[in-house]
């Protein structure tokens, strides 16, 4: 069964930092795409960042750049989601999903994760 599974989140005041990863089962990342979608309250899915795992490629929202870092171990069926400088609008449930591309129609991707919640609070 192919499934992905989120960790990491939880609560972190303004300029924290937290790390998420998303391992996956019952498939190899290798020919694979995994993006980080994020949702907040009200708010529409909107993708994060995403990795190639075959090259590595990355990509990432222009309101994340520069603090937020995608990674992939490939031999550990994981993605990472470093977050530094987190900030009140970062506060959302994140999710990663796999696809055969990085695209930034979150229906176009084929698995999904549970989710994860990130807070972030004074």
């Known amino acids: 069964q192919l499934q992905l599974a989120e960790s990491g989140g939880g609560l972190v005041q303004p300029g924290g930092s937290l790390r998420l990863s998303c391992v996956a089962s019952?498939?190899?990342?290798?020919?694979?795409?995994i993006a980080w979608f994020r949702q907040a309250p009200g708010k529409e899915r909107e993708g994060a960042s995403c990795?190639?795992?075959?090259?590595?490629?990355?990509y990432y929202l222009d309101s994340v750049k520069g603090r937020f870092t995608i990674s992939r171990d490939n031999a550990k069926n994981t993605v990472y989601l470093q977050m530094n400088s987190l900030n009140p609008e970062d506060t959302a449930v994140y999710y990663c999903?796999?696809?055969?591309?990085?695209?930034?129609?979150?229906?176009?991707?084929?698995?999904w994760g549970q989710g994860t919640q990130v807070t972030v609070s004074s």
């Open positions: 019952g498939f190899t990342l290798d020919y694979h795409a």
């Open positions: 990795i190639k795992t075959r090259d590595g490629s990355t």
């Open positions: 999903a796999a696809g055969a591309g990085c695209y930034s129609d979150y229906l176009r991707y084929d698995y």
